[in-house]
């Protein structure tokens, strides 16, 4: 992983010397300047952990510059170094942003005390915002059950686990690919910093372009403050991408550049900023055939493939449905405060069932079971969706087009939510206004 990455702005050579040999010395990665001007384009363009600012420069105060530096990157820790220390002078850097004041001489070994707790702090910070604790984290295992086909993939995952490189995580909708990427991310070198994840189905350009890269005040009508990306939040963390085979071609690129160079620019900015992220990736679609329709990159593709990862449908795991279905049942029960359990008749059932939807449709038909049901065991009847064989389910299939049985699909799904068109679209991972579309291409009433 990258050092922790600090900004020295100080125009004395010698005192600038002094304190960049021993911050190296200490596992530090020093970028400097000596004027105000060079400082606002080190900091934008290199993404600094913290900065060391010292009050007086050739064309400004660090009272003048802070507030421009807070306003790039309100984040980012700034301790001031002066000669003529005041407690007047003190209280007006706090109050404009500055976590620390210091005068010089500044003793080093407390200088480093207080820049390690700095940091620490703003990772810290860094987790709050992203909503997540690491003891939650680990309670999902991606790779519950027995069969051949999850322990391949438990194998592959834990071969690449500490590699820096992206990872592409291919599956069908609802098996699982958002809990694999977040196990790759708190499993490896990057858990004690930040995991961000972005849905990238149905959202349009510009609003993805935003989301991801930030922008600057009046970069656009109705920017009127700045905005940090998900790229910057994620900065020595982890950037999960669900659904990247519906980015906008557009934003490809600077994807790309990001992936390739570490750098990227806010929308309405015009320097670069440098970032060090690890990209996973998600999609259910089958990118090479984007590719060859010209829909997406092929070099993009490239990049974010080199290491590949399959999660099966539950199609091809059946031995592990009853072992799913138990774990799944047991969380929903204490969500719900109560109590149940599998009949031997119902597990057969979840067996003989195709299940479309893999793990989101298993989990949704046994919290519909438990809600629903009357008694703590639940039987067949319970779990109220028609167990045909699967032998039956294939046969019925190939008598009908695909139009015909995506009709079929849609209908059933919109039935068991009761005709609620947000939920449904959440079950089938699709945005609301395509399935709207779906709704009117099939005429479903």
Request: proline share 4%; charged share 30%; hydrophobic share 40%.
């Amino acid at each position: 992983m990258a050092r922790n990455k600090i900004l020295l702005i100080e125009d004395e050579a010698g005192i600038r010397f002094g304190i960049q040999d021993f911050l190296r010395t200490h596992g530090f990665e020093v970028v400097w300047a000596d004027t105000c001007r060079r400082a606002l384009e080190v900091f934008r363009s290199e993404q600094p952990d913290a900065v060391l600012l010292d009050y007086m420069l050739p064309d400004g105060n660090a009272l003048e510059l802070l507030p421009r530096l807070k306003e790039s990157d309100p984040g980012t820790p700034v301790i001031i170094l002066t000669g003529h220390g005041s407690i007047d002078l003190a209280v007006r850097a706090i109050k404009e942003g500055a976590e620390q004041f210091l005068t010089k001489p500044v003793e080093l070994p407390s200088l480093l005390v207080i820049m390690q707790r700095l940091l620490e702090n703003q990772r810290i910070r860094q987790r709050q915002l992203v909503g997540k604790t690491k003891q939650a984290r680990k309670i999902v295992n991606p790779f519950l059950g027995e069969s051949r086909a999850i322990r391949q993939l438990a194998e592959q995952a834990r071969r690449v686990i500490a590699a820096e490189s992206p990872v592409l995580i291919q599956g069908e909708t609802g098996t699982g690919k958002t809990v694999l990427a977040q196990w790759l991310h708190y499993n490896g070198p990057r858990a004690d910093e930040a995991f961000v994840d972005l849905n990238c189905a149905g959202l349009s350009r510009d609003l993805l372009e935003t989301e991801l890269f930030g922008h600057e005040k009046g970069a656009f009508t109705g920017a009127a403050t700045s905005k940090t990306g998900l790229l910057e939040v994620a900065h020595r963390g982890t950037v999960f991408l669900d659904e990247i085979g519906d980015m906008d071609m557009q934003i490809q690129p600077k994807l790309l550049t990001v992936l390739e160079e570490k750098r990227f620019r806010r929308v309405g900015e015009v320097r670069d900023r440098q970032v060090d992220i690890r990209l996973i990736a998600a999609t259910h679609q089958d990118l090479n055939h984007l590719v060859r329709e010209k829909k997406f990159r092929s070099d993009l593709y490239f990049r974010i493939s080199t290491i590949p990862l399959t999660v099966p449908s539950l199609r091809d795991r059946i031995e592990d449905i009853p072992l799913l279905a138990r774990y799944l049942l047991e969380r929903i029960a204490a969500d719900l405060g109560r109590s149940a359990s599998l009949s031997p008749e119902a597990e057969k059932a979840l067996q003989d069932y195709s299940w479309p939807g893999n793990i989101r449709e298993l989990r949704n038909a046994l919290e519909r079971a438990v809600l629903l049901s009357e008694g703590e065991v639940l039987g067949r009847h319970d779990l109220r969706f028609e167990t045909m064989s699967r032998s039956d389910q294939w046969s019925e299939g190939t008598s009908l087009t695909l139009l015909e049985l995506e009709q079929n699909y849609i209908s059933r799904v919109l039935q068991e939510e009761q005709g609620n068109v947000d939920r449904a679209a959440k079950r089938l991972d699709v945005p609301r206004s395509s399935l709207y579309q779906k709704i009117k291409r099939h005429h479903i009433s």
